[in-house]
Each structure stands twice: as structure tokens, then as C-alpha cells.
């Protein structure tokens, strides 16, 4: 859920300072254009809602039946139950996949781990049963290999309709705490509508956004970027500003980073791998390793992993998770994720205002007021219109 706003006075009530070419932006919204590897934010994926919850169940009931061995364990599996750790059992977190092996980060050592069970995804919904970013347990055998034999419960999960099996699900990566949400001043220039679709996914997705300004150096000044981004401190997001090219905000960036697990969102191009670079250099990242060959930053793979920090936290490398821009939530709760905008609801004259252009409508009238920014508002009806109007099945 988006955040209340902290004050009254918006002050960004102005249109774009410099007019700019905005027709390649169109062609990602439409769909048009060929990249198409960081974000899709004309997806807007219909999800049935009975489907959804129906997932959700299958999902506890894994989580439930992979914690607990129904043969071997029958106590209840409390939240107490769980901290105390078996004998010659380890907790970890699974840091890669691959086929069906699983790299799991033990602290000191990472093993290599098949799974117990014999879950399938018939039974889950779910492609994946042990994914990227799940905590577990596993037991190790002498050689220093290991199976899982219990996953924890997940805190956030973050979701893509399966490829071959419409109807099931893959979880891309388990237990993400934040988003970075990158955009460039320039090159690519700042896309606010972009900013707001990514703020809307992460709270949709429980993960805490962070809202992150790269190429600050091709600013004419810092005080410019500042002015454009101030609505959304006003708004309580944290907003850094950085230059992964001058080293600026760098040190602030990474102090946001440690401890925490990180996913990075932003389109191709504004500097994601350069970001992480700079913050730990020996970072093994293969989108850096891709974006040399290509030359272009174009990525590849759609391998997830983590990658863990020297001073503590994951950030999750993958290259370009486009379900991060897409946004399934129904048209009449967009206001929710404007909260300048859900303030003024109550003023308006129809109980079912869309706020798009509706007669006596109190938050257009505060747009022209200059109470509420016009680049959100803009947002607002940019996403109105590209979700849709009914969810069906
Ligand atoms: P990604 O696609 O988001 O991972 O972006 P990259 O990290 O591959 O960066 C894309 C291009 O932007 C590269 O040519 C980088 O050198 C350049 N770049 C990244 N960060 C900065 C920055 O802070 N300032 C400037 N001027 N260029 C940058
Ligand atoms: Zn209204």
C-alpha cells in the first residue's frame, strides 16, 4: 500500500521541462518496440481473481507440506518449532538454480542441493517448487553436498505465468525485501509514468521501494534533479540520487543495500549494472559479462540468481524481470496507489468517479489547482486506461 503523503503542498504542478521525444516511449507502451527485455508495462495481465486465491492456497499448502515431512515429522510446525534447527541440519538460502540442482549460500560455504519431496508442480501450480531466494534447511552429507529438506514460509514471492503451462505459475525469486527503482535523468531521460507503474508493482508485491536517480552527472546541476524528484520524497519514498560514472550517492546506495534483498527494476539502459558495479566491484554479474559482448547492454538470459554483498544482503541479478512493470490491479483501486490523489475522492460528485473526466470531479479540480502534480495525475490516467475494465476468465 502506497504511503500517506506527509504534506499538503505539492509543488511540481507543471508539465515536462523540456519537450521531448516521447515516441519511442509509446512504442514500449504499445508494445511496439523490440525491447523487450526489461519492462512491459502494457502487460497488464489479467488475472481471474478466483485463480489467483485458488494459487495462493496451493502455494500455503506447499510451503506447509515442504516444512513438514508428514513421515518423519508430526509436531506442529510453529513458528518456535521452526527456529530450533535439527541436528546436522543448516539453514540457507538457495542463491541459483540450475536444472534441478540448487546452489544454497550456507553462510561460510555455498552447497549444492537436491531437494526432498516429491511435490510436483501438478500438485503446486507451480512450476518451480524450491525457488531463488527461498529460505531453507538442509542436511549435508560428507562430501559437502547437501539436500533441502525444508523450505520456510515466504514472505513475498514474485510470480510469472508459466511459458508452456498457461494455467500454472513460476516463481522468479522468494523473500525480496525491496526495489530499486532506477531511472536516468538522461539517456534514457526520466519517464515518470514508468517511475509510478514501478512504485504501484512494488507495493502490489509487499516489497519496499526505493527510488533511485542515476546519471545525476548529465544534469546541468544536482539542484535540478532534486526539484523533479521532490514530489516523491514529499510523497515519503526515499530517493537517491547517483552517478555510477563519478562515484556520487554511491556510498549512500550501497548503505541501502546491506542487509537487505534487493531486486532492481528500470528499463534497459539506465544503468542497473554500472550501479552495481559500483557498489561492490567483484560482483559476478552476468549481464555485465553479456553487455560486453553486445555492446549494446542487451541481455540474454533469464537465468535469476543472488548475489550476495560483502557487507551483508543479496541483491537478485537477473536480467530484466519484465513482471515487475506489469500491474494487476483493477481500475477502482488505482486511486489506492495515488494517495494525493485517494485524499480528495471524497469531494467528488458521483460515488463512482474515475477521476478521468467526470463533471464535479474533486481531484481534477485539484490538479488544476496545482494541489495534486500533473505528471501523477498524468500517470493516473495513463494507467486507467491501459488496465482493464474487467478482470475476466
Ligand atoms: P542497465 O541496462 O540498466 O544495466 O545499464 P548499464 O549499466 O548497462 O548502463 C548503460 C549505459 O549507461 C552504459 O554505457 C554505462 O556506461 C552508462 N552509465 C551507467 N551509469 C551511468 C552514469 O551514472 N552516468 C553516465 N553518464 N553514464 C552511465
Ligand atoms: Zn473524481
Request: hydrophobic fraction near 35%.
Amino acid at each position: 500500500m502506497a504511503r500517506k503523503p506527509k504534506r499538503k503542498r505539492i509543488k511540481s504542478n507543471r508539465k515536462p521541462r523540456i519537450v521531448r521525444d516521447k515516441s519511442w516511449k509509446t512504442d514500449i507502451l504499445r508494445g511496439d518496440a523490440d525491447d523487450w527485455e526489461e519492462i512491459s508495462p502494457q502487460l497488464q495481465r489479467v488475472v481471474p481473481r478466483g485463480r489467483e486465491e485458488d494459487r495462493v492456497k496451493l502455494w500455503t499448502k506447499v510451503d506447509q507440506e515442504l516444512q513438514r515431512d508428514p513421515e518423519t515429522d508430526t509436531s506442529p510446525a510453529s513458528e518456535t518449532e521452526q527456529d530450533a534447527i535439527p541436528e546436522g541440519w543448516q539453514r540457507g538460502i538457495v542463491t541459483r538454480v540450475s536444472t534441478s540442482l540448487y546452489d544454497v549460500d550456507l553462510g561460510q560455504q555455498t552447497a549444492l542441493c537436491a531437494v526432498r519431496g516429491s511435490l510436483s508442480a501438478a500438485e503446486t501450480g507451480y512450476t518451480n517448487v524450491v525457488a531463488v531466494g527461498d529460505e531453507v534447511l538442509v542436511s549435508l552429507d560428507p562430501s559437502g553436498d547437501g539436500v533441502i529438506e525444508r523450505i520456510y514460509p515466504r514472505r513475498t514471492v514474485l510470480a510469472r505465468p508459466d511459458v508452456i503451462h498457461p494455467d500454472w505459475s513460476q516463481i522468479i525469486v522468494a523473500n525480496v525485501d525491496q526495489t530499486l527503482i532506477v531511472s536516468s535523468w538522461e539517456e534514457p531521460a526520466l519517464w515518470l509514468e514508468l517511475l509510478d507503474r514501478y512504485l504501484i508493482a512494488a507495493a502490489t508485491g509487499q516489497m519496499t521501494p526505493l527510488i533511485c536517480l542515476n546519471k545525476i552527472d548529465l544534469a546541468l546541476d544536482l539542484q535540478h534533479c532534486m526539484e523533479e524528484m521532490a514530489l516523491y520524497e514529499e510523497l515519503g519514498y526515499t530517493v537517491l540520487f547517483t552517478s555510477a560514472e563519478t562515484g556520487q550517492g554511491i556510498d549512500e546506495l550501497r548503505a541501502h543495500l546491506v542487509g537487505k534483498r534487493t531486486v532492481l527494476a528500470g528499463m534497459s539502459g539506465v544503468g542497473k549494472s554500472s550501479l552495481l558495479l559500483a557498489v561492490q566491484p567483484d560482483l559476478e554479474l552476468r549481464v555485465a559479462e553479456v553487455s560486453a559482448y553486445s555492446g549494446e547492454g542487451r541481455h540474454t538470459t533469464t537465468q535469476v540468481s543472488l548475489l550476495k554483498l560483502d557487507e551483508g544482503g543479496y541483491v537478485v541479478d537477473t536480467p530484466g524481470i519484465r513482471e515487475l512493470g506489469l500491474i494487476t490491479v483493477h481500475r477502482h483501486e488505482l486511486v489506492l496507489y495515488f494517495p494525493e490523489i485517494e485524499d480528495r475522492v471524497g469531494g467528488c460528485r458521483f460515488n463512482d468517479c474515475s477521476h478521468t473526466h467526470e463533471p464535479g470531479c474533486a481531484v481534477i479540480q485539484a490538479v488544476e489547482e496545482g494541489e495534486i502534480a500533473w505528471t501523477r495525475y498524468a500517470s493516473y490516467q495513463s494507467i486507467y486506461e491501459s488496465l482493464p475494465e474487467y478482470y475476466t476468465e
